[in-house]
């Protein structure tokens, strides 16, 4: 059994910053692909950044050059430190891992939310 547990949301004003934290736990052979997706109210879940064994980065338009999406592979866990926040930032952000050699092989947090005052 994979299990994810997310933690680092919270209420923050704007232009502050905080640090999201997904740890992965459970029958992990190999992590391939991490990342975090977020879900505002009224919006559909959208990727806002993902990190590959390799490291190769992808950033939503929408947070490039504020966000930066990190990985720590002997913990097993995928971080997102989130700069100069945005209202619009507000939203229950989701972590997200694929494992390879699972079937299914995609994971979900269980969403921790983020809330950026004007």
């Known amino acids: 059994q994979v299990q994810l547990v997310e933690s680092g949301g919270g209420l923050v004003q704007a232009g502050g910053s905080l640090r999201l934290s997904c740890a992965v736990s459970?029958?992990?052979?190999?992590?391939?692909?991490m990342g975090w997706y977020r879900q505002a109210p009224g919006k559909q879940r959208e990727l806002v950044a993902g990190?590959?064994?390799?490291?190769?980065?992808n950033y939503a338009d929408s947070v490039r050059g504020r966000f930066t999406i990190s990985r720590d592979n002997a913990k097993n866990t995928v971080y997102l430190q989130m700069n100069s926040l945005k209202p619009e930032d507000t939203a229950v952000y989701y972590c997200?891992?694929?494992?390879?050699?699972?079937?299914?092989?995609?994971?979900w947090g269980q969403g921790t939310q983020v809330t950026v005052s004007s």
């Open positions: 997200n891992v694929r494992l390879v050699g699972r079937n299914p092989p995609t994971y």
């Open positions: 459970g029958s992990i052979f190999r992590i391939n692909v």
């Open positions: 990190i590959t064994s390799g490291i190769i980065t």
